[in-house]
């Protein structure tokens, strides 16, 4: 049955939308008067979800996102091997892409990897062996992983259907160490993924509150919470990361290194939202409804957090989506110069460090697909924000 959608600023409640003659209405294939009539008793979730669905491009962006998020979730199942396994014997050996059919019959499999030892270099030169083909199938056991930390498994989603060790597959080849990229990849997805969401959640959760203090209170606790933004935009961010990254004692393990990256990124990125939130609360706050609020004896935390904030909740999702990708590459970047997560953790920027010099792109160009991975998330993220930002606007 078809779904109702909103109509335009100019509708009235007794029009009827038809198909597509009213500029001011948004044409629907409507089914009995109660339809013409449910965008009026429909919720504002229900709205924007009307609004949303119309963005294809930011709907293609979702699933792409979904996925994503399903990696960084369970990054063992859809991993191939162990991402810390080395193998001295299987040094940058190439991508071996999977094929659906064979002799036109649908059975995936890839082909094989034969090394020879260059004479004049003394480098294996490694090379696809088209007589071998190695059966690959879904769901195939593997080495063993925890799911969120809680449940353990050693089902994978794909895999070779030999069930012996010695038989491997690189589908995205193997580094400088025979790590398997693409196990490391999907590992990289989890930490990089989790970072930014993260610092992002954090970096919201202090621009509303202190830029929501500011903008309602005034006063004394305006001036003190604008002079510190004002001090940590006057800053040169890149120098700022770089001191404090390089501040963390070596010592420090993984787990520690990365909450404290979290920590940085979210405490230096907060002050941008903050002053908006502030701008709007400013403008907000003198408004009939808030007013009639604080009349009817509302406290103050109920008009700050039923009445102003919802009334800002399309700048807010925007703010949120597009902060999330520029965290992201703010990780990236640091670890790639080395002043942020360190091996033996696995992010996309600890991935990229392995292509900073010309020879390892030469020799396996497949070391800068994590680059590809951070740029598809990225713009996959800001369609999305645009998608919800449309979406979430009562004005639209």
């Known amino acids: 049955m078809a779904e109702p959608l909103v109509p335009g600023p ?51 962006s979702g699933v792409v996102l979904l996925f994503v998020a399903m990696v960084a979730a369970a990054p063992g199942f859809f991993s191939t091997q162990d991402p810390n396994e080395t193998n001295a014997n299987e040094l940058f050996v190439p991508v071996q892409w999977v094929h659906l059919f064979d002799q036109g019959r649908l059975r995936p499999f890839v082909y094989g990897v034969k090394g020879e030892r260059n004479p004049r270099t003394l480098r294996m030169e490694w090379r696809l062996d088209e007589s071998q083909k190695i059966p690959v199938r879904l769901f195939v056991r593997g080495h063993e992983y925890k799911i969120l930390g809680l449940f353990t498994s050693d089902i994978h989603l794909i895999g070779p259907a030999v069930s012996d060790d010695s038989v491997r597959i690189h589908l995205l080849g193997t580094d400088r160490l025979g790590r398997d990229q693409w196990s490391r990849l999907m590992y990289g997805t989890q930490v990089s993924l989790s970072v930014g969401l993260v610092s992002v ?4 959760f202090l621009g509303i509150l202190l830029g929501g203090i500011s903008g309602y209170f005034g006063g004394v606790v305006d001036l003190v919470i604008q002079r510190a933004i004002e001090l940590l935009q006057s800053l040169p961010p890149i120098p700022i990361w770089m001191a404090l990254t390089a501040a963390l004692p070596r010592t420090w393990s993984v787990v520690q290194v990365y909450f404290a990256i979290t920590v940085i990124l979210s405490l230096i990125g907060w002050t941008t939202l903050a002053r908006e939130v502030r701008g709007r609360f400013l403008a907000l706050r003198e408004e009939d409804f808030v007013v009639a609020a604080r009349l009817s004896g509302c406290r103050r935390g109920r008009i700050i957090f039923r009445h102003i904030l919802p009334t800002m909740a399309s700048h807010i ?46 020799l396996a160009p497949w070391l800068l697909i994590p680059g590809l991975a951070v740029i598809i998330t990225v713009l996959s993220l800001n369609i999305l924000g645009d998608g919800l930002r449309d979406a979430a606007d009562p004005y639209t």
């Open 10 to 60: 100019s509708a009235h409640r007794d029009q009827t939308p038809s198909s597509g003659a009213d500029e001011g209405v948004v044409a629907l294939p409507l089914v009995g008067a109660e339809k013409a009539e449910a965008f009026y008793v429909a919720p504002n979730w229900k709205l924007i979800w009307w609004r949303f669905k119309r963005h294809r491009l930011a709907l293609v």
């Open 201 to 204: 959640f954090l970096s919201i």
């Open 317 to 362: 999702i925007a703010a949120s989506t597009l902060a999330i990708p520029v965290m992201i590459i703010n990780e990236t970047f640091l670890s790639f110069l080395g002043l942020g997560l360190r091996p033996p953790a696995i992010s996309w920027g600890v991935l990229l460090q392995e292509a900073q010099n010309l020879q390892s792109i030469v």
